[in-house]
């Protein structure tokens, strides 16, 4: 191998990692910069993480969805990624409808759903949106009020992805 190939070789060890961690971050980005803003209500549920600080755990009113909304048979429904799409009802988005498919237009978030739906007939639903990291020694004020549900999420949506861009009191 001559001296110019190892210098290729070596530029292209060094850049291939640095664009796989740069593409890592441009669907959070492009959601932030780009995406429709949205209110979720957050529901009652430590506020701090030994290895990336302070945080509030919140649990969001459209978590729990229920069986009415789900079009399709539990077999198709427990463990799988689905759309639900969302409505928005005074200032806040709830729950509209769940579909395999991709909807065509309108605020939508792209959900797991739980293995099974409890005796209430609600399915659980893990957006991924449930930790906000605050300033150190910050979490503690917002923690009591998440666990008596007074929060509200503000969160960005950009294809089916969602970014928790803040949280506030009612």
Do not use: C, W
Request: net charge positive; proline share 4%; aromatic share 10%.
């Amino acid at each position: 191998m001559n001296k110019q190939n190892k210098h290729k070789t070596f530029f292209l060890a060094v850049l291939i990692p640095l664009f796989i961690l740069l593409a890592m971050t441009i669907k959070p980005q492009a959601t932030v910069l780009f995406g429709k803003e949205i209110l979720l209500e957050t529901k009652a549920i430590d506020p701090t993480d030994l290895f990336r600080g302070d945080y509030v755990s919140v649990s969001l009113a459209i978590s729990d969805v229920s069986k009415s909304k789900v079009p399709l048979p539990i077999d198709k429904v427990s463990n799988k990624n689905l759309y639900v799409s969302l409505k928005q009802e005074g200032k806040y988005y709830i729950v509209d409808q769940v579909s395999e498919n991709r909807p065509k237009q309108g605020a939508y978030l792209k959900g797991k759903f739980q293995n099974t739906y409890n005796e209430s007939d609600v399915f659980h639903v893990d957006y991924s949106l449930d930790k906000y990291f605050l300033e150190q020694g910050s979490g503690k004020e917002l923690q009591q009020k998440s666990q008596s549900g007074e929060l509200v999420g503000t969160v960005r949506v950009l294809g089916g992805y969602g970014v928790l861009t803040s949280i506030a009191p009612r």
